[in-house]
């Protein structure tokens, strides 16, 4: 004979008491400050977003690579990733970034090339982009944050730029590395605009994405670091240097979180991107069922 189970209603007894302690720990997220919520007298609208969904991709790791001594290129890793991920249509623009200036939110940025129009915000260092991120998410009761590298390929698709050069290089003139580098990269930026174009100027990708790889770099929040490789291809030691972190665009490149203008430094080897903005991805964190059923509870 078949049994089939079934699931009896719960008993009032059981879930009045799990929705009580329910509400009362979404009270705790509001009160502490976990979830955010809309600052009074708000009224940003929530930028336009592209969901990108789950896939496996391929992407350099970050940072620089050294083996036997000698600076090699990075190696290209395999990635599956099983979630998507909700990231800004197009990078953060001007008049978006200035509403968080007149707010005292944000510092002025400090653009090399002044453009007209609706276009990014430039002349942003990384610490910048956070404070955006954070004036952001208090304005929308929202998550928002910077990409780490591994998001931004993942979200770049067709558009991501394979950095290595493909070369040996010779431990007895590493320079050539070097000139190689600041070759190619200087064809790259040869070809966008020198200035910042009005958003949309540089077109979309497959997964709907804007301006990728155009006049604009765009910081993550990946820290630059040092890896030594044996023989074998394995790591032998990893150093983080979290003062510096990974810009993405033509080509990628390290710059000190301080810098808002590329070209007076903080570019280890190559030539230095010419405009420093950014897009911001955002989160569903943890605690948003609360956040939702604290909303329902305080009206």
């Known amino acids: 004979m078949k049994v089939i189970a079934s699931r009896a209603n719960p008993s009032p007894s059981l879930w009045l008491p799990g929705l009580l302690l329910c509400s009362l720990l979404a009270l705790i997220a509001v009160q502490s400050g976990l979830v955010p919520f809309p600052a009074a007298g708000a009224t940003i609208e929530r930028p336009e977003t592209i969901i990108v969904p789950p896939r496996s991709f391929s992407s350099r790791l970050a940072g620089e690579f050294v083996r036997d001594r000698v600076p090699v290129d990075a190696p290209m890793a395999t990635i599956e990733r099983d979630r998507p991920i909700e990231i800004m249509k197009f990078q953060v623009g001007v008049f978006d970034y200035a509403r968080c200036v007149a707010d005292g939110a944000c510092e002025a940025a400090a653009p090399r090339r002044k453009a007209d129009g609706d276009v990014p915000v430039t002349g942003v260092n990384f610490n910048d982009a956070k404070d955006y991120a954070r004036w952001l998410s208090a304005q929308t009761g929202e998550t928002w944050r910077l990409p780490t590298v591994e998001e931004w390929a993942f979200a770049a698709g067709s558009r991501l730029v394979d950095h290595a050069l493909g070369i040996e290089t010779d431990s007895a003139n590493p320079a050539e590395r070097w000139i190689a580098t600041y070759e190619r990269e ?20 497959e997964l709907g994405v804007a301006d990728l790889g155009g006049s604009v770099w765009e910081w ?16 032998l030691t990893h150093i983080e240097s ?19 203008d590329g070209r007076s430094g903080g570019c280890s080897v190559g030539t230095p991107p010419d405009n420093l903005g950014f897009r911001l991805v955002r989160e569903r964190p943890w605690y948003a069922p609360l956040a939702e059923l604290a909303r329902r509870i305080t009206g």
Do not use: Q
Not at 242 to 251: A, D, F, P, Q
Not at 252 to 257: G, I, K, N, Q
């Open 186 to 205: 200087a064809a790259l930026g040869a070809a966008a605009s020198a200035k910042p174009e009005p958003r949309g100027a540089f077109g979309e990708n």
């Open 220 to 235: 993550t929040a990946t820290c630059d670091g040092r890896t030594t490789l044996g023989i074998d291809g394995g790591v």
């Open 242 to 260: 979290c003062g510096v972190r990974i810009l993405e665009g033509r080509h990628r490149a390290p710059m000190s979180a301080f810098i808002r």
